[in-house]
């Protein structure tokens, strides 16, 4: 185990500087990060406060455009936010938080670098924590799921998903055998949340357009099934806008498939609760998230969800100087007639709660006082493909055209930075003008795969320098749950 350097007090006379600590570098961590560089700005030039980041990605995601920029209506580069650039004023470390002692104030962190040194994980020091690691895909133990499921989080998950939809049609459009075209052209994604449904519309949305450079495939040979384990799709958006998405996506050739689960996908079959089954090469895992790791890796209080206990000031409860917000706590929700009710893990609570925990770190610091944390719930809105979605938003319900321009305006409202605002304007702009470009860039994946054929290593294994992308007179190489094209979705969103 090696000891992060300590900076408090280490010269004589120095005062102690107060160590800062943020796990998580998503949409709350990056946040709140950026609020404190700016409001503690005059203590960052003093040297008196130390911020430091720590988080799995150089980048955060803004994860409501995943589907879209699977469906190649922006840039996977323009829905992700680089933390060097905006967070000048802190400390940026690329490693996993593998468990916090609190006790001890001390985070354990494995590094990029630390696989390399051999010398174990990293120790960092903190006197504030700030913990919001996210959350992560909940699975079930379904046979085969790990094997072939797909899941949809990360923009990598989002463009590695776009090239194998693009791919399995061009398996479809080569083979000679109906067994594998039928099971190249069936994609099945299970949730119906808000991750499932908006992948599946703008993919298949994609996938038709797409069709028609295909001289065999047209778009009644694409077969999309939703499989979703309750009786209703879209809960954010009530029970009416709900059906109305179910009635908008059958419309379009969706097989939506209700109280229905998945028992199995073995094979590349899945089979599911109501006795269908469908040979499938595409099985998109979207079924809900569930807390990031770590969090059982602390002595922090946890409610039975295995979310932080926090208070209306997004202190955690019971102890002293550690924060939370996100999906990694259970805040109570003040709003609620309900005694007992916790803001749901969405991101209309966690945009809001940074802006409030960012000022109670402050206060917390500068002995001031702090406020509570109290929105109520505006509503909902999603969208459905291109120029379709589905709202509502303060009691008013709206459909089609009207409920996709909301979408659309809110998230780029939404979404970090002037810079990353201008670009996917631009894009929608340009994507409105010029037709789509399709194309699967499946090499991505596997740079090395053709050198090292060319040197005569043969072509890599799968793994993080993997072997290529399925070609058609291959096997094509299905990706495992937890490295390949899954979660936002992420959770639920909302306005």
């Known amino acids: 185990m090696v000891k992060a350097a300590n900076t408090r007090g280490t010269t004589p006379g120095t005062p102690p500087r107060t160590r800062v600590l943020v796990v998580g570098g998503g949409y709350v961590g990056m946040y709140t990060a950026l609020r404190l560089q700016r409001k503690l700005k005059p203590e960052l030039a003093r040297g008196d406060i130390e911020i430091t980041v720590v988080t799995p990605d150089p980048y955060m995601t803004y994860q409501p455009f995943l589907p879209e920029a699977a469906a190649d209506s922006i840039s996977p580069r323009h829905v992700v936010v680089p933390l060097r650039r905006v967070l000048g004023g802190c400390t940026i470390v690329i490693g996993e938080a593998k468990s916090v002692d609190h006790a001890k104030r001390t985070a354990t962190v494995a590094t990029l670098a630390t696989e390399e040194e051999g010398a174990g994980a990293v120790e960092i020091g903190y006197d504030e924590l700030v913990i919001a690691p996210g959350s992560v895909s909940r699975t079930l133990p379904v046979p085969g799921l790990a094997d072939f499921g797909i899941g949809f989080k990360t923009v990598e998950e989002a463009i590695g998903l776009r090239n194998h939809v693009i791919e399995q049609m061009d398996i479809a459009s080569s083979t000679r055998d109906p067994a594998i075209r039928d099971a190249a052209l069936t994609f099945v994604f299970v949730g119906g949340g808000y991750a499932g449904v908006e992948a599946l519309a703008e993919l298949e949305d994609m996938a038709r357009y797409t069709s028609r450079y295909y001289h065999n495939i047209k778009p009644e040979d694409l077969k999309w099934i939703l499989v979703e384990a309750q009786g209703r799709i879209l809960p954010e958006v009530g029970e009416q806008m709900g059906r109305y998405a179910v009635r908008e996506l059958r419309a379009r050739n969706i097989d939506v498939r209700l109280d229905t689960r998945l028992d199995s996908c073995e094979d590349r079959v899945a089979v599911l609760s109501d006795g269908s089954r469908f040979p499938t090469r595409t099985l998109v895992w979207t079924a809900g998230v569930k807390p990031a790791p770590v969090l059982a890796a ?18 955690v409860e019971g102890v002293d100087h550690a924060w939370a917000a996100g999906d990694a706590a259970a805040v109570p929700d003040l709003t609620s007639d309900k005694p007992g009710t916790e803001c749901a893990p969405n991101a209309q609570h966690a945009v809001r709660q940074t802006k409030v925990l960012a000022e109670n770190i402050v206060a917390s610091l500068r002995g001031a006082p702090m406020r509570v944390y109290a929105h109520k719930y505006a509503g909902s809105v999603a969208s459905l493909g291109l120029h379709k979605g589905v709202a509502h938003v303060y009691g008013r319900k709206l459909k089609g055209y009207p409920a996709w321009l909301m979408h659309r305006v809110y998230h780029l409202s939404r979404v970090p930075t002037f810079n990353r605002k201008a670009r996917v304007l631009a894009e929608w702009t340009l994507s409105g003008l010029f037709k789509r470009e399709i194309v699967s860039l499946g090499s991505l994946e596997h740079p090395r795969a053709e050198f ?34 899954d979660g936002a979705s992420g959770g639920p969103k909302g306005t």
């Open 452 to 485: 090292a054929l060319a040197a005569g290593g043969g072509r890599p294994a799968d793994g993080p320098e993997g072997g290529p992308s399925a070609r058609p007179e291959e096997e094509p190489k299905e990706q495992s749950a937890d490295g390949s094209p």
């Open 298 to 315: 602390t002595d922090l209080p946890l409610n039975e969800r295995g979310r932080l206990r926090c208070d209306a000031r997004l202190a």
